[in-house]
């Protein structure tokens, strides 16, 4: 798709995606983060929009072309550092508050999705968030849809949901990484002193 298009959906233009990609950063629960990873970050649109709230994102993508695009589009943004990496097999070093998997999983067979689940689980913080959105109609490239991208997540030990916004056209999910001392999560009104 990268051979004929630089942003092959559209990314920057579509209503649907500017929508969506609001959509994810407003379910955000907490409102900066540490350090972000966003695998699957094609062109950067998804990547400039978390860079407002996160004090260092590191973005990656397979192909180079999109890599390229990536960077041009968030040079602006010393924050932010995008990668060629291929998922699972490269992964980056350290541990993340916030890990954004966006449509991106159901790329990848039951072998590397679940390989994805495991290392996206082991290198986020306790109390650290993953958000998943995923288009939820059937694509023939597409080995699932956002409602079994969704059971997956929810089969992965070490997760607890905090938010499942669900359309006709995406699934919208928002969990936490359960906390070292076993203790589930703290809303967003409980965070605040609201309750
Ligand atoms: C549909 S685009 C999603 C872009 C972006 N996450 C968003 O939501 O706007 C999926 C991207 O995932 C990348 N991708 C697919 N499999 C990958 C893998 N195994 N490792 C790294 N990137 C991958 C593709 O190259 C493509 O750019």
Same mark, same amino acid.
């Given at each position: 798709? $990268? ?12 209503? $649907? ?12 629960? *907490?409102?900066?983060? &540490? ?8 062109? %950067?649109? *998804? ?15 397979? =192909? ?14 010393? +924050? #932010?550092?995008?990668?060629?990496? /291929? ?12 890990? #954004?998997? !966006?449509?991106? /999983? ?6 590397? *999705?679940?390989?994805?689940?495991? &290392?996206? =689980?082991? !290198? ?6 993953? #958000?998943?959105?995923?288009?939820? @109609?059937?694509?023939?490239? +597409?080995?699932?849809?956002?409602? %079994?991208?969704? &059971? ?7 997760? =607890? ?12 999910? #928002? @969990? ?6 076993? +203790? ?10 609201? =309750?």
């Amino acid at each position: 798709m $990268y051979r004929t298009a630089e942003d092959p959906w559209s990314l920057a233009e579509r209503w $649907y995606e500017r929508r969506k990609y609001d959509l994810t950063v407003a379910a955000l629960p *907490l409102p900066r983060y &540490r350090r972000a990873f966003e695998p699957g970050c094609s062109v %950067g649109e *998804l990547t400039r929009r978390l860079a407002g709230r996160c004090d260092s994102v590191l973005a990656c993508d397979r =192909v180079d072309s999109a890599v390229e695009t990536a960077r041009r589009r968030t040079a602006g943004l010393p +924050h #932010v550092s995008v990668r060629r990496m /291929l998922l699972p097999e490269e992964w980056p070093e350290g541990s993340f508050d916030l890990v #954004v998997l !966006s449509e991106l /999983l159901y790329y990848l067979d039951e072998t590397a *999705l679940d390989a994805v689940l495991r &290392r996206t =689980v082991s !290198s986020l913080e306790p109390g650290g968030t993953l #958000v998943t959105v995923h288009w939820n @109609h059937p694509v023939a490239e +597409h080995l699932t849809t956002g409602a %079994g991208v969704a &059971r997956r997540v929810a089969a992965r030990p070490g997760l =607890v949901l905090l938010a499942d916004h669900r359309e006709e056209d995406f699934v919208l999910q #928002v @969990h936490q990484r359960a906390a070292a001392d076993g +203790h589930g999560p703290a809303g967003v009104a409980a965070r605040e002193g609201l =309750v």
